[in-house]
């Protein structure tokens, strides 16, 4: 059985940091994301990364502040968040997809966590 298990998140005050992790179990996946809904919004990409290789991709409302990494001997990744605005404030959400191919869409990815909060304050 597949599962996906996220931790980190929290309530912080603009311009703190936060680290989420997102274990995975049951098989391994070739690229691993992160997502984020806010209140009333659609639910949006944020960063991925290649299992292989490592090639990252990031929300350019994310650039330069975010840093998805991956540690493959534990089957987890994590998004490092630094210079956090309120408007990060959303559920996040790690997904996975077995097969390389799109990256930024929902519908790309096969498997979700369950989603933790992130609160930032002004």
């Known amino acids: 059985q597949v599962q996906l298990v996220e931790s980190g998140g929290g309530l912080v005050q603009a311009g703190g940091s936060l680290r989420l992790s997102c274990a995975a179990s049951?098989?391994?996946?070739?690229?691993k994301g992160w997502f984020r809904q806010a209140p009333g919004k659609q639910r949006e990409f944020v960063a991925a990364?290649?299992?292989?290789?490592?090639?990252?991709y990031y929300a350019d409302s994310v650039k330069g502040r975010f840093t998805i990494s991956r540690d493959n001997t534990k089957n987890t990744w994590y998004l490092q968040m630094n210079s956090l605005k309120p408007e990060d404030t959303a559920v996040y959400y790690c997904?996975?997809?077995?097969?390389?191919?799109?990256?930024?869409?929902?519908?790309?990815?096969?498997?979700w966590g369950q989603g933790t909060q992130v609160t930032v304050s002004s």
């Open positions: 049951g098989r391994t996946f070739n690229l």
């Open positions: 990364i290649k299992w292989s290789g490592g090639t990252t």
């Open positions: 997904a996975a997809k077995a097969q390389y191919g799109g990256w930024n869409q929902v519908h790309d990815y096969d498997y």
